[in-house]
């Protein structure tokens, strides 16, 4: 049954992303008045039990304010040094006024490759976790001060959407200068529609993203759709809606116009599809039975569990678990490398400071990270990877 659109409150997991035009005035600064109207509706959001993360442009815009550079677009070390002094006031900014509302803001500053790097990926999702689980709402913008043209996002509609399925988020909202999709640009267009819901991004709807981008912003409806196809894909839902009201989450949760693009898979499905998917698992891990049983009860396979390993994988890569008879239980990603993987395999987690000389993880593979794979792999085939120490 195709999705249907849900109430803003009824989301477990929010990422909001805000444009930069809606931030900063380009003669007075930041808008203070604005930003503390939207702490509060993240407060409320809160409240009502969902978590939220923010995606935050603003950092060039502010810091070209502030350096008193000229209009008109800058050069790229120009914008990474106004990156430099903007992104300090942004933060504290945001520190600011979530704290007004009793809640802890975390900065977080990516990079493409921290997004798209396996291994970067999953440091960078676990220290959101983290935050997620400590209350705090990380505050997340691109490290424009040392992300070069090769290695830059450059806008934060897809950074925002990379960002919701990093978190698995149930939703991405973009407040942006416009509310939403229309057949066509608005402003050069008088017959053009605006669009409520779009069930799939089809080749019809893209070709309806113009490129414009406003003066202090970098993405236009281009990028928009661009981060409508990365969330959705991954079980997240869109929404494009004005943040020029003064409260702009409760004016969309108060039924003010947006464009709604529907999730086209649940999120925890799209990321077990993801693992299940890998042809080659990297490595084996085998494990006695308790572990096993704590696998089919949902747990996370702690190192006591494992008997062997085997192949030769990274942390961050897919794994085949398998039982004592052999046959694949599940797969999952690795949270140590096969050489650490051998070291605690068999020990106790309060070990594994000990024998690796670090705090590592407590978990061989966390639940987050695991799919059962036994029903659809009944024969236990498996493709394995060649592996010199253990072929
Ligand atoms: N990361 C940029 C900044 O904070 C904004 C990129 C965008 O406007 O999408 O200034």
Not at 4 to 28: E, F, M, P, Q, Y
Not at 135 to 140: A, D, L, Q
Not at 245 to 258: K, N, T, W
């Amino acid at each position: 049954m195709a999705e249907t659109r849900k109430a803003l409150s009824s989301h477990k997991r929010i990422v909001i992303k805000i444009g930069s035009a809606l931030l900063v005035d380009r003669a007075t600064g930041l808008k203070k008045a604005w930003l503390d109207a939207v702490c509060a509706d993240i407060a409320a959001l809160r409240a009502g039990g969902a978590e939220v993360l923010v995606v935050s442009s603003g950092a060039i815009a502010l810091g070209r304010t502030v350096l008193n550079l000229p209009k008109g677009a800058l050069k790229l070390e120009e914008s990474q040094a106004a990156a430099a002094v903007g992104q300090i006031a942004l933060a504290r900014a945001w520190s600011e006024s979530l704290s007004t509302e009793g809640i802890v803001a975390g900065q977080i500053l990516l990079t493409l490759g921290d997004t798209e790097e396996r291994r970067r990926y999953l440091n960078a999702r676990a220290t959101l976790q983290q935050l997620l689980k400590l209350g705090s709402v990380p505050i997340i913008n691109e490290n424009d001060t040392v992300a070069t043209t090769e290695i830059r996002y450059g806008d934060n509609d897809r950074l925002a959407a990379r960002v919701a399925t990093m978190a698995g988020a149930d939703l991405l909202v973009l407040l942006s200068d416009i509310d939403g999709l229309y057949t066509a640009p608005p402003h050069l267009d008088p017959q053009a529609k605006f669009l409520e819901t779009i069930a799939e991004i089809t080749p019809e709807i893209e070709a309806m993203a113009g490129g414009a981008a406003s003066e202090l912003s970098r993405g236009g409806m281009r990028t928009k759709i661009d981060a409508g196809k990365i969330a959705t894909a991954a079980g997240c839902a869109m929404i494009i809606a004005s943040g020029k009201p003064d409260h702009p989450l409760r004016a969309v949760a108060e039924g003010a116009r947006s464009s709604w693009f529907a999730p086209s898979g649940s999120p925890v499905a799209a990321r077990k599809t993801w693992i299940a998917g890998q042809l080659q698992p990297a490595g084996i891990l085998s494990i006695d039975e308790g572990a096993e049983m704590a696998l089919r009860s949902g747990k996370s396979l702690l190192p006591a569990g494992v008997l062997s390993v085997s192949g030769l994988f990274s942390r961050g890569d897919t794994i085949a678990i398998v039982g004592l008879n052999g046959r694949e239980i599940a797969r999952g990603l690795a949270s140590y490398d096969a050489e650490e993987a051998r070291q605690i395999a068999g020990k106790k987690s309060t070990e594994i400071a000990g024998l690796l000389g670090y705090p590592g993880r407590t978990a061989m593979v966390h639940r987050d990270d695991l799919v059962m794979t036994g029903a659809l792999r009944p024969d236990g085939a498996l493709a394995q990877k060649k592996d010199p120490a253990h072929a």
